[in-house]
């Protein structure tokens, strides 16, 4: 019996919803959510968002950059020679803080000096980055710090629920379900997840089903997502 045909399948770029109404609030992120809310009357030209890789930090900067038109950069490309072109609009996201910690310096200084917004992201507090310009560091713990906690069930569901959205997939809740009490706790893992789910189903032109769904997960093997013994667990 010969095997059931699979489709060639294009890497083509989907749709992510990025807007502040997509943006699932609960209990782990209210206090980010609202510090973001509350621009441009912050308490301070300067805060600083904590949260693990996948908590949603990504989406938060890109809400308050479409409310402030600030710029972006990662932290570590930037250099002390392009921060005034980068704070022409008056606002910019660094993400993945601290990077050079002279130009992170200049930077704090020159957008206290031009009343210049600023949103740092980190996935560690202040006090674990590995700088020793004591000044820096004085800036840095008087910033105003808010942080994403671990997800909860509720957030977990709803992020699964809106990437399948993102791709156009209807799925069925009790799928979610299943994903829901199997997977690693992390946002990043969701999007693993689903992003794999879709491949399989379109190169079997197959519905997401729990069995598919229960092939994906035991077929991943990225040890930042899915340890051995999670797989363990999983079979």
Do not use: C
Not at 60 to 82: F, P, T
């Amino acid at each position: 019996m010969k095997a059931p045909a699979r489709q060639l399948v294009l890497d083509l770029p989907h749709r992510t919803a990025l807007g502040r109404d997509d943006f699932l609030v609960t209990e782990s992120n209210t206090a980010a959510v609202a510090m973001v809310d509350q621009w441009p009357n912050w308490p301070s030209n300067a805060v600083l968002l904590l949260g693990p890789a996948g908590s949603g930090k990504s989406h938060l900067v890109e809400v308050w950059r479409r409310k402030s038109r600030a710029g972006r950069i990662v932290a570590g490309d930037l250099s002390e020679s392009a921060i005034p072109a980068l704070l022409v609009s008056g606002a910019l996201a660094v993400e993945d803080a601290p990077g050079d910690e002279k130009a992170l310096f200049h930077l704090l200084n020159y957008a206290h000096q031009e009343g210049a917004r600023l949103l740092l992201t980190s996935d560690r507090h202040p006090l674990h980055w590995p700088v020793e310009l004591p000044d820096l560091l004085s800036r840095l713990k008087a910033l105003p710090t808010t942080e994403l906690g671990p997800p909860s069930d509720d957030l977990l569901r709803g992020v699964l629920v809106k990437l399948f959205m993102d791709r156009q997939l209807a799925v069925d809740d009790a799928v979610i379900s299943y994903l829901l009490v199997r997977m690693p706790r992390s946002l990043e893992a969701a999007r693993t997840l689903v992003a794999e789910i879709d491949r399989h189903a379109l190169e079997e032109k197959a519905e997401v089903t729990k069995g598919l769904a229960m092939r994906v997960l035991n077929s991943l093997h990225a040890p930042e997502l899915f340890p051995e013994n999670k797989l363990e667990e999983l079979k």
